[in-house]
């Protein structure tokens, strides 16, 4: 996979060469709950307690680059104007809809 990001390094610093864990979900639920559009912290645990940085977006343009067998499955977030284009095996890719709410959780390793 290769991933293009825009972080805000204001409030969440990030430097060439550092390590980090980063995860994409469609819900912040433990139980894997579908996510309503309502979020509210009311003192539950959720996926976002285990990471330091947290996004929430829509996925906004869904397209394949290449033919054959080097064809790419290509997504495209927009996480409130910071954009996130993501793109490689199209099995992956195939299994994101449209419009999609996306959370993008990173953590520093």
Do not use: C
């Amino acid at each position: 996979m290769y991933m293009q990001l825009d972080v805000n390094t204001e409030i969440y610093p990030m430097h060439a060469g550092e390590k980090f864990a980063m995860s994409l979900a469609s819900t912040l639920d433990l139980d894997g709950t579908p996510d309503t559009g309502y979020y509210t912290q009311a003192g539950r645990k959720s996926l976002a307690d285990k990471f330091e940085y947290v996004m929430h977006g829509k996925l906004y343009k869904i397209s394949e680059e290449g033919s054959g067998p080097n064809v790419k499955g290509v997504i495209y977030v927009s996480f409130g104007g910071l954009l996130m284009m993501l793109s490689g095996d199209p099995a992956n890719t195939a299994k994101l809809d449209l419009d999609q709410r996306v959370f993008l959780l990173i953590r520093k390793v």
